[in-house]
């Protein structure tokens, strides 16, 4: 069975300082997906990034920077120079679908990191 | 385009009534999702639609029921409602088995 773990359950940072977020995952498939969501406190659920189990480079988006290594299951999520709007639980997710029987992409998430950024 | 829309947003009930949870998308997705999520548990996928017609079990499907009789549809029923259903539910839809899903707004439920 799939699992994600998200051993840091809150974070606290002061305004522009940097932040990781740690997400473990467990899978026997070798085809895989992991996402990141972000829930602010409006409840919205908003998909941030999705990464394949076969392209482990790094990806930057502005801020956001995702560190992804097969070798300790890892897909870590960091926050540069962090802001108040980046407040809110951020979710790790692992999709692992059965390709024969077509069953879909059911996804497993972690238990998220509520993170908070103060001024 | 709407995205993914859930009705209703909010919804109180006794123990032992019955309610129906409408899930709607217009991206034309087959894959349909509902999950609930509770404090600190993340969210967990109760039941799922690969395609108009079809349901599937989740990791927590007791006491729900579900339908997909149209594409852009997805119903989930609590025929007989507990105090342990007590939950928010979101509902998600996406283009293909590794897609990112798309979220709807969610809706807060209690069971008294």
């Known amino acids: 069975a799939q699992k994600v773990t998200q051993a840091q359950t809150e974070i606290s940072v002061v305004e522009k300082e940097d932040v990781t977020l740690d997400c473990v995952y467990e899978?026997?498939?070798?085809?895989?997906?992991l996402f990141w969501y972000k829930q602010p406190p409006s409840g919205e659920l908003v998909f941030l990034i999705r990464r394949n189990s076969f392209d482990e480079q790094n990806e930057i988006s502005g801020r956001y920077s995702w560190n992804f290594q097969k070798s300790t299951s890892s897909f870590n999520f960091t926050i540069t120079a962090s802001q108040v709007v980046d407040s809110a639980v951020y979710f790790c997710?692992?999709?692992?679908?059965?390709?024969?029987?077509?069953?879909?992409?059911?996804?497993?998430f972690g238990t998220g990191t509520q993170l908070k950024v103060e001024l | 385009n709407a995205g993914v829309t859930q009705t209703p947003k909010f919804r109180v009930l006794k123990t032992g009534q019955s309610m129906t949870l409408l899930c709607a998308q217009d991206?034309?997705?087959?894959?349909m999702y509902w999950y609930r999520q509770d404090p600190g548990m993340g969210l967990r996928l109760i039941h799922y639609?690969?395609?108009?017609?079809?349901?599937a079990k989740g990791e927590v499907p007791d006491g729900y029921n579900v339908s997909r009789l149209k594409k852009q549809n997805f119903l989930l029923g609590l025929e007989s409602a507990a105090p342990s259903q007590t939950s928010v539910y979101f509902c998600?839809?996406?283009?293909?088995?590794?897609?990112?899903?798309?979220f709807g707004p969610g809706t807060r439920l209690t069971v008294l």
């Open positions: 639609s690969v395609g108009e017609g079809t349901t």
């Open positions: 998600a839809s996406s283009w293909g088995l590794y897609n990112e899903q798309f």
């Open positions: 899978t026997r498939d070798t085809t895989y997906y």
């Open positions: 991206m034309n997705h087959e894959y």
């Open positions: 997710a692992l999709s692992e679908g059965d390709i024969l029987t077509g069953g879909g992409n059911k996804l497993t």
